[in-house]
């Protein structure tokens, strides 16, 4: 018999220490990026990697927020679909927009190689619920759109 799901990974107390919450800099800064989730840490690092000097501050502790309530999902694509993109932002804007997107679980796992952060990880996909047979057809739609 499988061992019984303890208590949702949302609901746990985080374990991250938390990022200052006020400037530390003489001023000299280069950058402040607000927010310790995946972007604000993105961002950090690359600019840190560009060679400018940066200051992350967050509220809370590291990832606490929306990155670190996802579950650790990391699944490239954006709330709109690339047909959708492409009508209303244009061909050329609309398509970088879904090559961006489409680019971003790589980077997510180029990260954790490149910095040999400590992070268990299977990439295996992902799963599109559908509750009803209009639903069934629209995932059906968006992963035929997606994979083009």
């Given at each position: 018999?499988?061992a019984a799901?303890s ?8 374990t991250a220490?938390?990022l200052q919450s ?23 690092l690359?600019a ?8 992350v501050?967050d ?14 999902q990391?699944i ?13 932002f244009?061909?050329e804007?609309?398509e970088a927009?879904?090559d961006f997107?489409a ?11 490149d910095e ?10 992902w799963i599109?619920?559908?509750?009803t ?15 083009a």
């Amino acid at each position: 018999m499988p061992a019984a799901f303890s208590d949702p990974i949302w609901q746990k107390p985080p374990t991250a220490p938390a990022l200052q919450s006020e400037l530390s800099s003489d001023g000299t800064l280069d950058a402040v990026i607000v927010g310790g989730g995946i972007m604000g840490l993105s961002t950090a690092l690359h600019a840190a990697r560009a060679g400018l000097s940066v200051q992350v501050l967050d509220a809370g502790a590291i990832g606490q927020g929306a990155s670190g309530l996802n579950g650790g999902q990391v699944i490239p694509g954006l709330k709109y679909d690339p047909e959708w993109l492409i009508e209303h932002f244009g061909k050329e804007r609309g398509e970088a927009l879904v090559d961006f997107a489409a680019s971003t679980a790589d980077a997510v796992f180029d990260v954790i190689r490149d910095e040999k952060l400590a992070v268990p990880f299977t990439r295996n996909g992902w799963i599109q619920a559908a509750h009803t047979e209009t639903a069934l057809k629209a995932a059906a739609n968006r992963d035929r759109q997606w994979r083009a």
